[in-house]
């Protein structure tokens, strides 16, 4: 186990290496300008001598000393006599230089910002698209959404403030060298006052570590929460239990203020404790200067200037260290969901075509989510599904129906036997090819909220017109589609709302057919549908029927009863196999099976 210290330093390290390797060049730049403020912020302050000097302040003694001369062979150099206009004329453009600077840097740095934000969350989006199925759904959805969207904000909030304490940090070593030529005792007093103040607050500054790992997991329950109760909203809301699934959700938002105001606190607490101690010590030091040290005056202002600047910088470093700090765990969360996605990602490479002509068949499979009860899904199973023919698999729930149907498109690999197209084995060669050929719709649709033409689109976005409305036409969805308003254009709400479950269901199978599929799979896809849509769907399948290699998976009766050959299922193995009026004849286990439909 990694110590705090040390979990925040490897942090620290591969997020630095993250950060450079992004841009390198953008870094670069981005501190290449910052140097270049800290040297004009340097040339300005020189430029307060010949001014103190030009208003009468007697600049001559101690190091001040040195530097007015430094100053005077400058001009002398150039054969120029300094007078007030002309050094407020300089000051005024090196002032305006460094704002100029400022403006670049601020424009590089926020580029940097969003540049690496993107880069994190294209690269993460990848990776979870990327994952094998099993891991997918083994995982809460608003788990990568939560890191996808707030724990990358988080970073890009954070990356804000780390360029903020290099800039800070170049700004205050300036303050910090010019203030040491003037009176080296002093400064130096005075900084190893403020390491002091620094190392006094250390353990509160480690505590924005601690409270921004709490702050990954109690907003990951928010956004797991607030999912839950947005995809519930329907039940809730029959169920009357909207006040019941308010205080939860009231009970989650309040965890995650309590989180956000003990950083708050702990951010506010350090930022009063430095500032009130560092005004303390150097009210302490004036006094000392002018009571006991008698320090000449030109010599006081400029010190009381570059103090009363360092002192926000020192602020400022601090701060930005701690909202730094703060945020390292969101970069760890991300980081350590993108290597576990990686990790598990499904091997798809572009190879070997592969065409079904004759037949897919399933040889000697078998398969467990679950190896440790010692059962199977599906155990041993031969299974033929001839091209061009309507097949149906059925059997009750948790049969492993929709686990060969996964098997089928890949999504899971068989732990023993194996699969062929066309006595091809489905291997990760030609696995990418056969999901091409691949049209599925699910029980449960998936529609965007956009326009019927982009949602059918997805399946082929160059699909023309007429191909989509001769895939409308084939899954029977052509008359509703085109009694509507704005037809194709017409926007259908979240998930298709706006639409019927048979209308869903419709566009559903207009979307995989647009794709010219090898194989159609339905999987449970009118187990929710009225009897009505439920036969437009079957009518549909009816008129592709030989045309199209088509896997039905179901337990209607009215769904199969068409099927060239019926598989029916018990706890993953095939018990009976036939058309459907062979299985009704044989009146065995298709019997005990669908004896209320039969009835």
Same mark, same amino acid.
């Given at each position: 186990m990694f110590s705090r210290t040390s979990k925040t330093e490897r942090n620290f390290m591969e997020y630095i290496n993250a950060l450079i390797h992004f841009k390198s060049k953008n870094v670069g730049f981005a501190l290449f300008l910052m140097v270049f403020v800290g040297l004009t912020e340097g040339v300005g302050l020189l430029l307060l001598v010949p001014l103190l000097q030009l208003v009468g302040l007697d600049v001559q003694q101690g190091a001040l000393g040195q530097i007015a001369e430094f100053i005077a062979s400058f001009f002398a150099y150039f054969g120029v006599t300094p007078t007030l206009a002309m050094v407020l004329v300089i000051y @005024?453009?090196? $002032? +305006?230089? &460094?704002?100029?600077l400022r403006r670049l840097q601020t424009v590089q740095v926020s580029e940097i910002e969003y540049g690496f934000a993107a880069h994190l969350r294209k690269d993460l989006f990848k990776a979870i698209t990327s994952v094998n199925w099993l891991f997918f759904t083994g995982k809460r959805s608003s788990d990568f959404a939560h890191a996808l969207t707030y724990e990358i904000e988080r970073i890009t909030t954070g990356t804000s403030f780390f360029i903020s304490l $290099?800039? +800070? +940090? $170049?700004?205050l070593v300036v303050y910090i060298i010019f203030a040491l030529n003037i009176s080296g005792i002093i400064t130096g007093l005075i900084f190893i006052v403020g390491i002091v103040l620094l190392l006094i607050l250390k353990r509160r500054t480690e505590s924005a570590g601690e409270s921004g790992e709490k702050l990954s997991e109690v907003s990951k329950d928010l956004y797991s929460s607030t999912l839950k109760q947005m995809d519930g909203m329907k039940t809730i809301k029959s169920f009357g239990m909207e006040d019941k699934n308010i205080k939860l959700f009231n009970r989650e938002a309040d965890n995650i203020s309590r989180s956000f105001m003990g950083a708050i606190n702990s951010y506010a607490d350090v930022r009063f404790l430095f500032d009130v101690g560092s005004v303390i010590i150097l009210s302490i030091i004036v006094f000392i200067l002018v009571e006991f040290i008698a320090i000449p005056i030109a010599e006081l202002l400029i010190l009381l200037f570059l103090f009363v600047r360092m002192i926000p910088n020192f602020s400022t470093v601090q701060l930005s260290y701690q909202y730094f700090i703060n945020m390292l765990p969101a970069y760890r969360t @991300?980081?350590? /969901?993108e290597k576990e996605c990686k990790n598990e990602a499904e091997p798809m490479l572009e190879g070997n075509k592969i065409i079904l002509n004759e037949k897919i068949e399933l040889k000697n499979v078998s398969f467990t989510y679950g190896i440790e009860n010692g059962s199977f899904n599906l155990e041993n199973l031969n299974l033929t599904i001839d091209a061009g023919k309507t097949t149906a698999i059925a059997g009750l729930s948790g049969a492993g129906k929709s686990t060969i149907a996964d098997m089928l498109m890949g999504l899971i690999i068989p732990q023993s036997g194996s699969i062929t197209v066309d006595d091809v084995d489905l291997t990760k060669e030609n696995l990418l090819s056969w999901r091409n050929q691949i049209g599925y719709v699910a029980q449960d649709t998936f529609l965007f909220n956009d326009t019927i033409r982009n949602n059918l /689109?997805?399946?082929d976005p160059a699909a023309c017109d007429e191909e989509v409305l001769e895939a409308l036409k084939q899954a029977s969805a052509d008359e509703f589609v085109l009694k509507l308003p704005q037809k194709l254009d017409t926007l259908i709400g979240d998930r298709g709302v706006r639409l019927s479950g048979g209308e869903k269901q419709r566009?559903? !199978?207009t979307r995989a057919l /647009?794709? &010219?599929? +090898?194989l159609l799979i339905l999987d449970e896809a009118t187990s929710n549908l009225d009897s009505k849509n439920e036969k437009n769907i079957l009518d549909s399948l009816e008129d592709l029927h030989g045309n199209l290699t088509i896997l039905i998976i179901a337990h209607r009766l009215s769904t199969i009863k068409n099927?060239? $050959?019926?598989? !029916? /299922?018990?706890k993953g193995s095939i018990i009976e196999s036939g058309t459907y009026k062979e299985l009704k004849e044989k009146e065995k286990y298709f019997k005990f099976l669908y004896e209320d439909q039969i009835n």
């Open positions: @005024v453009l090196i $002032i +305006s230089l &460094n704002t100029l $290099i800039a +800070s +940090s $170049i700004i @991300v980081a350590d /969901l /689109l997805f399946a566009l559903a !199978l /647009l794709r &010219n599929p +090898s099927a060239d $050959i019926t598989y !029916l /299922l018990e």
